[in-house]
């Protein structure tokens, strides 16, 4: 094991005084909290269950063989290497306790953590509000995973169809919905166009990929319901361009092996990918404070926990109502603004400096930097 050096120094020791700072989750809002931390006078301690951070704006590219995992996945350790300041753990948190500010980890070798300020970062798992047997027949897409088995599947669907005889059991196979019209949903949707119209156009002899049926599905009135009107509008317009199948005000009753059912009628399906709703990440449960119905920690206008001001929430984890009552899009550039605006207070804290008491964004910010809308496919081509 390799000794410290001058220019390594141990992290955390006995005598180090400086305020502790814990922030949990390596996803964009923890990293980039993280990044802003790196010359305040506080130590960092960032907890993770896998050592890389994904750019999940980008997963859809990676479930349609757009990008291969490793173009998307980064090492934390190496994003952090120069932070002389931070330290990473490839742990998982057992429990929080808010009241003696302390973490404990699964892992037992390692010791229990005492911190002057927390950031909860851990995002948000699928939320299929009661139906959880639907999960046996969909997808989500909350990781690399996920993408990879994604792609394998739509691919391994286009092989069968080239060789089955059967035109019914072909035009299931030639056929994958997408339930929820969020972010997420529309890119894969419209990266699933381009994929059959493009990218494997001419590689079958048997079928002809471009009549594949990409259908997405929303229960809501329109597609990118958190957003503004012209930007669901804009992105409805390019998908429909792309030859997607938008069924708005649709609500899914079923899913089972055959497909998804929209109350009487069936959409025989070989893939489903589930993207309409998400929940926060199990670590709140026994946090007992104030949570949404999907689990997220409804925050304070500053971002941080009702009752305790050095712990924060943000991201896909927190309810953030104080920006026009409903909660802030769960899109990366939100927790990157929420990460920067916690870590700039702690720092100023640090500082004994005044904080800025809450936090705010536009929308419409918040939006282009990985909106469906800029990133879906422009290829060029025609039907």
Known sequence: MPTETASNPPIETANDSRPHV???????????AAQVLKHAPV????????????????????????LSPSEIASPIRSILRKQKNTRVLLAEVARISLDSRTVTLREHDLPELRYDFLILATGAQNNYFGNDAWSRYTLGLKGLDDAVEIRSRVLLAFEEAERVDDPNRREQLLTFVVI???????????????????????????????STRIILVEMASRILSAFPEDLSAKALAQLQGLGVQVRTGARVTGIDKRGVHLGDE??????????AGVQATPITAGLGVPADRAGRIVVE?????????????IGDIAA???????????????????????ARNIERSA????????????????????AAVELLPTSGGSN
């Open 22 to 32: 814990v922030i949990i989750g390596g996803g964009f809002g923890g990293l980039t």
């Open 43 to 66: 130590r960092v301690t960032l907890v993770d269950r896998s050592n890389h951070h994904v750019f999940q704006p980008l997963l859809y590219q990676v479930a349609t063989a757009g």
């Open 180 to 210: 929820g019209g969020g972010p997420t949903g529309v890119e894969l949707a419209g990266a699933l166009s381009e994929l059959s119209r493009f990218a494997l156009a001419r590689d079958f002899r048997a079928i002809n990929p471009k």
């Open 266 to 275: 069936l959409i025989q399906a070989a893939v489903v990918v589930w993207a």
């Open 301 to 313: 206008p500053g971002c941080c926990v009702p009752g305790h001001p050095e712990a924060f929430a």
């Open 320 to 342: 953030y109502l104080h920006q026009g009552g409903k909660p802030l899009p769960g899109v990366s550039p939100v927790a990157m603004q929420q990460g920067r605006y916690v």
């Open 351 to 370: 500082r004994g400096r005044p904080t800025n008491p809450t936090f705010t964004t536009s929308i419409r910010e918040t939006w282009r930097p990985s």
